[in-house]
């Protein structure tokens, strides 16, 4: 069946450090979307990319889907105590339908 | 705006009792969706609304799980019985309409089968 993974499954920075998570499709989609969640709370919607090679900014996150609308990217720069969440994407249901399916998330834990 | 209002909160019950989740989506949204969370898992779809109707239950557990609609308004999520696996956060979530891009979700609720 379908899978969205994403890589790295948790990641540790020092505040003010960089954190980059990827997400892999196994079929292409025709959007894809990111989510955060923080301890204790629901996913809340951050974005959805639909062109190919899309990049997308809001502040210090930057959001990239891939060339072959198989894989993305969320990038934050200089990390803050705030960004502390486990990030999820999710992508289309047979790369196109109404249901989405959800990567198991990487949880960020950011040290002050 | 109020956002999807969900109860309860967190529910304890021994296994083989029946239990109930209640899901009132954000006024306006036709479609509304229950998902089902582990621990360090992504949401998972359990089933989807357009209104009243429900237009993808293929993952729904059916012969314990059951939803319904009623008025295409507030939904509800039953499990009878209740399985030690069915522990988890039941999340509930609304959208504008079908093919819209953003899910407003609940806050969930943790259920605990002992």
């Known amino acids: 069946g379908q899978q969205v993974m994403q890589i790295p499954q948790y990641q540790h920075v020092q505040e003010g450090e960089d954190f980059t998570t990827y997400c892999n499709s196994s079929t292409t989609l025709s959007n894809i979307q990111w989510y955060k969640q923080r301890p204790g709370g629901h996913p809340v919607f951050l974005i959805q990319l639909v062109k190919s090679g899309e990049v997308k900014k809001q502040k210090r996150l930057t959001f990239q889907f891939g060339e072959a609308k198989k894989n993305s990217s969320l990038h934050i720069t200089a990390t803050q105590t705030t960004d502390v969440g486990t990030y999820f994407c999710?992508?289309?249901?047979?790369?196109?339908?109404?249901?989405?399916?959800f990567g198991k998330g990487t949880k960020l834990t950011v040290n002050p | 705006e109020a956002g999807v209002v969900q109860s309860p909160r967190y529910k304890i019950i021994e296994k083989k009792q029946p239990v109930a989740f209640w899901c009132n989506p954000i006024s306006g949204h036709n479609t509304l969706y229950w998902y089902l969370q582990n621990l360090g898992q992504g949401p998972e779809l359990l089933i989807r609304y357009e209104n009243e109707e429900a237009v993808d239950d293929s993952q729904l557990p059916k012969d314990r799980f059951s939803a319904e609609r009623l008025k295409g308004v507030d939904s509800t999520l039953k499990i009878q019985p209740a399985e030690l696996g069915d522990s988890a956060v039941y999340l509930c979530?609304?959208?504008?309409?079908?093919?819209?891009?953003?899910?407003?979700f609940g806050p969930g609720t943790r259920l605990t089968v002992l």
């Open positions: 979530a609304s959208s504008l309409f079908q093919g819209s891009n953003e899910q407003f």
């Open positions: 999710a992508g289309p249901y047979q790369g196109g339908s109404e249901k989405l399916v």
